[in-house]
């Protein structure tokens, strides 16, 4: 089993930065990429930024620029920097883990709000 807890949601004006952290415990060495999704009211889940163990990132089109996601492969966490945030930026989001022949694990998601 691999459990993630996430941190550092909240409410930003639009034009500002948050930080988002997640950290995995449990079964680590089975995870091979960890990333960001996000959901929004009425909406499908969507990737928002990915990083494999080998430190290979993408990033979903719409956040290309704006955000960054890194972490550390051995400690297993991994963080998202969002800059320049935007109305539409905001979203429920949820740290994923990539587990190697298991399935993957999802944290409990933190809350982005960007409003004036």
């Known amino acids: 089993q691999v459990q993630l807890v996430e941190s550092g949601g909240g409410l930003v004006q639009p034009g500002g930065s948050l930080r988002l952290s997640c950290a995995a415990s449990g079964d680590i060495k089975s995870i091979v990429a960890m990333a960001w999704y996000r959901q929004a009211p009425g909406k499908q889940r969507e990737l928002v930024a990915r990083?494999?163990?080998?430190?290979?990132?993408n990033y979903a089109d719409s956040v290309k620029g704006r955000f960054t996601i890194s972490g550390d492969n051995a400690k297993k966490t991994v963080a998202l920097q969002m800059n320049s945030l935007k109305p539409e930026d905001t979203a429920i989001y949820y740290c994923y883990a990539a587990r190697l022949g298991r399935l993957g694990a999802w944290g409990q998601g933190t809350q982005v709000t960007v409003s004036s």
């Open positions: 990083m494999s163990s080998g430190d290979t990132t």
